[in-house]
């Protein structure tokens, strides 16, 4: 059962559509990734998602109940983008709030917050004042409001942004064990290396429309596409592939031979040892998430799972 | 608790801004000067020589060569009481003047100088009417540029010290002559001018300044998200902050209006409760206030648009409260000259009264309507003036400062001002829900 579901989702501000009817699905458990340009309608997605936002038409579900509900807050954890977390709070003063307003008893709150504030490696400034805070620290400390009352699912908007390498590591590895511990993730990001490592599927919104849906492998596939290498000082028969009526061009040390649709890449393997060239390297390529986005953002994209 | 953690992150944001300590410092100091503030009851000695000192300067000051001097002498106590009221009274009031002449004309004519037994007995009826059982009569044979007239008396109408004529001293040690008056009157000063006429305005003042920010705070980018994304209604989460406020307000009108009640009671020995409800009616106009900021901090989301219109709406409802009054006063007055002039005739149609003021009559009538409609501000402030003055003074007192006029009820003042508070709020609260974001 998806514990996220929008139909047709829309949303207009005045005449600018920010959404146009954006259906996606996430199953529990998953780590979600939404990438797109400023502007695509991600932050939009998720505010409605959680109710701070009214969506203008279509539907949209968390955990089974219309998105918004505050029920369905109590089971939902949330670190906005470009958030201003009130200076007056110390980072335990903050986390004690928040996790109060979501009913964590007071002793469990004693209990959490020092080893929360431990987990997202802030627990020197544990009592000193937000406004006194480094830029990654308040969004380690934003990572920790948002997952301290062990909620079902937990959305994060640039959850890296600001945070030096190694912290992205971190937090990495963090939304790994999270999980593992059967919570999902919803996550917006611009930094699509990171999502390509984390996401078990991603999402592609583009001026407000889905136009790629699916596994990172589903997305960065290319199929037909291969690359390979011969032995040194041999030399591909390009006439003979072409004969064959397969694509050629030479790639660095190697070739790239892009297959007709249907075929296999068996008839070039079997030329190569009929001709008695030693074939040294062989691979499917596969696009980096990257290009894939990068041929979204150029237009190419179709709105459609996997494709 | 939810609202317990609400009520603490107001707290937060209240102390983190320094203002709330500040305020509570300048609640200790002010009381601090209430406390600065003692009662001496005057001896009879005293007052006699305090008047009679003016009267001289004053006498000198006009620069006549060889101007007569005042005094008094051989004051005693005679029955030995141990507080003034309660005294028997035996004096000498001394009029010296170096020109045997001028001391008679003084004593012959009608001068208001104390030189002759009549013009000893006026001035101790005017001001001394409390003592009973007076004699006055003139001493002979003493020089003739001296006139001494011995004042006996047996007894005073003062029941009780509040009633006698007190010296402030302020700071704990400056006299402040020019403030005698009797205990409860000083008191009643005390409370009605220095707490209720300029504390509390401070206090309000401040209280709105401080409490302007929660709203737009809360609103602010990047801040409303986290805010909103929990588990509680938004309606739920304004109200909240709203409380938080009027709490802030409440704790800071307890403490001063507390702490000067609790002072004056040890320095003057008044304790007079009707002064405690200062705190509940202070904590009512300033929630009518407050619901106006919350509004304005709603739908601007600035705390300086919040705070100028709140105090623009605290001066407009003085205003119109003030001007009603007076026209109502002016009405009253019109009413019983118009009574005392017709007597026992029937009234005679003299057609419709003139408008107050100069004021055109759609003015008067708009303004009786706006006071009617509108929070009762100006009638809660009449309410603590009232309530401060029958906590000290004495009936015959209050109706001589006119506090005894009809007002409308408690329940009419409450219970508009409650309906407009719920009006703003929830205005509030409906523009909060509704906004996107």
Redesign the interface.
């Given at each position: 059962m998806a514990v996220i579901e929008t139909q047709n989702l829309r949303k207009d501000y005045g005449r600018l559509a920010a959404l146009k009817g954006v259906s996606l699905a996430v199953e529990r458990g998953q780590v979600y990734g939404l990438l797109g340009q400023n502007g695509a309608g991600k932050t939009t997605l998720i505010k409605i998602l959680l109710g701070i936002t009214r969506p203008t038409g279509g539907g949209a579900k968390l955990l089974g109940e219309p998105a918004g509900r505050v029920e369905v807050r109590r089971r939902v954890g949330y670190l906005p983008e470009d958030h201003q977390f009130p200076g007056y709070h110390t980072g335990y003063s903050l986390l004690d709030f928040s996790a109060a307003m979501y009913g964590v008893p007071r002793a469990d709150r004693r209990r959490l917050i020092p080893e929360m504030l431990s987990l997202v490696r802030i627990a020197s400034a544990t009592h000193k004042k937000i406004k006194g805070y480094s830029k990654g620290m308040k969004q380690r400390l934003g990572i920790a409001q948002a997952i301290l009352h062990n909620p079902e699912v937990i959305f994060l908007d640039e959850p890296t942004d600001g945070v030096d390498p190694v912290g992205r590591r971190e937090i990495r590895e963090l939304m790994t064990r999270l999980r593992e511990k059967g919570h999902t993730v919803f996550l917006n990001s611009h930094l699509l290396g990171e999502v390509e490592q984390v996401c078990d599927r991603v999402a592609i919104l583009r001026d407000g429309e889905l136009v790629r849906e699916g596994t990172v492998a589903d997305l960065t596939e290319r199929k037909g596409r291969y690359e390979l290498r011969l032995a040194p000082g041999e030399v591909l028969p390009e006439a003979g592939v072409r004969e064959l009526g397969f694509e050629v061009a030479k790639a660095g040390d190697g070739w790239q031979v892009t297959l007709p649709a249907g075929a296999t890449v068996d008839p070039v393997v079997r030329l190569l040892a009929a001709a008695g060239l030693r074939l040294r390297h062989l691979v499917e390529r596969r696009a980096s998430l990257e290009d894939v986005f990068m041929a979204v953002a150029a237009g190419e994209g179709k709105a459609g799972a996997g494709r | 608790?939810?609202f317990l953690?609400v009520l603490?992150?107001s707290y937060?944001?209240a102390?983190?801004?320094k203002v709330f300590q500040a305020m509570v410092v300048l609640a200790g100091l002010f009381i601090l000067f209430v406390a600065s503030i003692s009662y001496r009851p005057l001896t009879l000695e005293d007052g006699l020589a305090r008047k009679f000192g003016v009267l001289n300067y004053l006498l000198k000051a006009g620069g006549q060569a060889g101007a007569p001097q005042l005094a008094v002498e051989n004051y005693r106590v005679t029955n030995g009481a141990a507080v003034p009221w309660e005294g028997d009274y035996e004096l000498d009031v001394v009029v010296t003047c170096p020109d045997p002449k001028v001391l008679d004309e003084l004593r012959k004519g009608n001068s208001p100088l104390p030189a002759s037994a009549p013009a000893v007995e006026a001035l101790l009826a005017d001001d001394y009417y409390f003592l009973t059982n007076r004699t006055v009569t003139e001493v002979k044979g003493g020089p003739p540029t001296e006139a001494r007239i011995r004042v006996t008396t047996r007894g005073t109408t003062v029941a009780e010290g509040t009633a006698w004529l007190h010296e402030p001293t302020i700071l704990f040690s400056v006299p402040a002559p020019i403030f005698i008056d009797t205990l409860r009157t000083s008191v009643y000063k005390v409370e009605k001018y220095l707490v209720n006429e300029v504390g509390s305005r401070v206090l309000l003042l401040v209280g709105i300044v401080v409490t302007a920010g929660f709203v737009p705070?809360l609103l602010?980018?990047?801040?409303?998200?986290?805010y909103?994304?929990?588990?509680?209604?938004r309606s739920e989460l304004l109200v909240y902050k709203y409380v938080g406020g009027l709490l802030f307000v409440f704790l800071l009108t307890t403490l001063t209006v507390g702490g000067v009640w609790v002072v004056i009671g040890l320095r003057a020995g008044v304790w007079a409760p009707a002064f405690l409800l200062l705190i509940p009616i202070l904590t009512l106009y300033f929630a009518i206030v407050y619901a106006v900021s919350v509004l304005i901090g709603v739908l601007t989301r600035s705390a300086l648009v919040a705070i100028l219109l709140a105090l623009l709406a605290w001066g407009l409802l003085f205003l119109a409260g003030y001007l009603n009054e007076k026209i109502r006063t002016v009405r009253q007055a019109e009413a019983k000259v118009r009574q005392a002039l017709a007597g026992d005739r029937p009234p005679a149609d003299a057609g419709p009264p003139p408008s107050a003021f100069g004021l055109p009559p759609w003015v008067e009538t708009g303004l009786h309507g706006l006071t009617t409609v509108l929070p009762r501000g100006f009638d809660l402030d009449t309410q603590a003036s009232r309530a401060i003055a029958r906590g000290v003074l004495t009936a015959q007192e209050v109706e001589k400062e006119r506090l005894n006029d009809p007002l409308p009820s408690w329940a009419e003042t409450v219970g508009v001002s409650v309906a407009w508070i719920a009006l703003l709020l929830g205005l509030a609260c409906w523009r909060f829900r509704t906004r996107?974001?």
């Open positions: - | 608790m939810k953690t603490k992150d937060r944001e102390v983190d801004g705070n602010r980018k990047g801040t409303l998200d986290l909103v994304v929990k588990p509680i209604g996107d974001g």
